[in-house]
């Protein structure tokens, strides 16, 4: 039965038992196999027999038996007609063509921003008249005089009472989320009213999504006893969709977070009970967890916390601001946990009252915290100075070094230590320091002559003993000077 399922029907079983139902067909028959393999139970073989019987049905008459009775809707289609609807009695094996499943038991998923007064049209199926890949079906339907005077009444007070249309898959297993069909189109008493646009994608080869949301008819209805006709035009492409119409009020993001405060509030005493027991030891464990950082940056907005918010099926302790969270969804619904990626609906979000303390007892540069195994929390912010103080007490500090700079006198202090002696007893001339070994600078160091060769260190080491090293040196050309009357190639080295 499982492997005869399309897309669709395995998506709807794998949903029901609470399992994922995005990939390929393929990956699904393979999840769909191994739960029926290992976790089978009558709840899950009762939902394979209901996908298998209403795919393949025994009789014509086997649902047509279930559909109620005294249903407010009538369907007719615009280009109808008794041989359209004979020409599409007929399956391909000869068998007649089951009518579809009754869509009263369909159950759509209720939205937080919007909340139901009345049905005014129960979930009902939209249902093709013939093999045409456009289908034009109506539905029609009333107001009673108190309906009326209830937008009448909300119009005059400002308030957000409106008429929504939903589509929806039609599918009795479980809440059906809003699911429109392609190429929808939607006109109410000969006036076509606004279906949201599809949203571009910057992912390549990604299709643009529509964002699913009811559609407001209230400026189009007959607010009188006069009857009210709806004409939906949709792709018939072997999927079956069932409509529904509500008077609705609508909230807006400051609606849910006034209720959010004044009815999902953790209590801090309640925080650090759990932050204590996500930290307590366990002896059965390698790993022994000694504290938990939390940062006070949203992760939506990328700025510090005004509201924490976190929920209450995540384990872990990282919150996000409500407001933000709110008006996102408001224009965009997703209702997914920004931190961990899990579904976040707003019954199950809560505000974090140990948070909530410690954002205002902090300043506006901490932005880091550590919760400790006994419920207490420490800012990281001291430990981030004390590195950088480390940091620069471990750094070494080299000296600098002046190379040739002149003194007051206009000599550089290679010049100064020239007029030094150099070895014991050695009357050099003009680098007699140098010719004896190297001289001693006034500051402690060497000055060395980098141009003589061996020659001239005999010369200028055998001044003093013998004469004609004497003349010798008398008749070789003087030292070079320099600009300010010192020894060219002349380094002090210290």
Not at 349 to 366: K, M, P, Q, V
Request: hydrophobic residues 30%.
């Amino acid at each position: 039965m499982v492997k005869s399922f399309r897309v669709s029907d395995l998506q709807t079983l794998l949903a029901s038992m609470g399992r994922s139902k995005s990939g390929l067909k393929q990956d699904l028959v393979g999840r769909a196999l191994r739960l029926v393999q290992t976790e089978y139970s009558p709840e899950l073989l009762k939902n394979v027999r209901q996908l298998y019987e209403s795919r393949f049905p025994k009789t014509s008459g086997w649902l047509a038996a279930r559909r109620p009775e005294g249903v407010p809707v009538a369907y007719s289609s615009l280009n109808s007609s008794p041989n359209a609807t004979s020409q599409g009695a007929d399956y391909l094996n000869g068998i007649s063509k089951p009518i579809p499943a009754p869509a009263a038991e369909v159950k759509l998923v209720p939205l937080p921003f919007y909340q139901t007064l009345e049905t005014l049209l129960p979930p009902t199926e939209l249902i093709a008249q013939n093999n045409e890949k456009l289908q034009d079906s109506q539905c029609i339907f009333e107001l009673t005089p108190n309906q009326a005077d209830q937008i009448r009444n909300a119009r005059l007070e400002n308030q957000n009472s409106s008429k929504d249309f939903r589509i929806c898959y039609t599918d009795s297993i479980g809440v059906q989320e809003d699911q429109y069909p392609p190429n929808i189109a939607v006109k109410v008493n000969q006036s076509y009213c606004h279906v949201p646009g599809y949203y571009p994608s910057n992912k390549p080869g990604v299709e643009p999504r529509r964002p699913c949301r009811p559609v407001n008819i209230t400026p189009w209805l007959h607010l009188s006893n006069v009857t009210n006709r709806v004409t939906i035009t949709w792709g018939n492409f072997g999927k079956r969709y069932s409509v529904a119409v509500y008077l609705v009020r609508v909230f807006t993001a400051a609606d849910l977070f006034s209720q959010l405060k004044l009815c999902s509030v953790e209590s801090a005493e309640r925080c650090r009970e759990r932050i204590q027991d996500k930290l307590r030891f366990d002896p059965e464990s390698e790993i022994a967890t000694t504290g938990l950082r939390v940062s006070l940056i949203c992760p939506l907005v990328k700025m510090r916390l005004g509201v924490p918010c976190r929920v209450l099926t995540c384990a872990h302790l990282q919150c996000f601001d409500a407001v933000f969270f709110l008006q996102m969804n408001e224009k965009k619904p997703t209702w997914t946990c920004p931190v961990c990626d899990k579904p976040a609906p707003f019954e199950l979000l809560t505000i974090d009252g140990l948070l909530s303390e410690i954002l205002s007892e902090t300043s506006e540069d901490i932005e880091e915290i550590e919760y400790l195994t006994d419920g207490s929390w420490r800012p990281i912010r001291d430990e981030k100075e004390r590195d950088r103080e480390r940091e620069r007490s471990n750094t070494p500090e080299y000296p600098v070094v002046d190379i040739c700079i002149p003194e007051a006198n206009g000599h550089s202090p290679a010049h100064s230590s020239t007029s030094l002696t150099g070895k014991s007893g050695s009357g050099s001339v003009g680098m007699g320091g140098v010719a004896g070994g190297p001289g001693v600078a006034p500051g402690g160091g060497a000055v060395v002559d980098l141009t003589l060769d061996s020659s001239s260190e005999e010369e200028g080491g055998g001044a003093g003993g013998d004469s004609e090293d004497t003349e010798d040196s008398a008749d070789s050309p003087a030292p070079k000077r320099g600009r300010y009357n010192y020894d060219k190639d002349l380094v002090t080295a210290y």
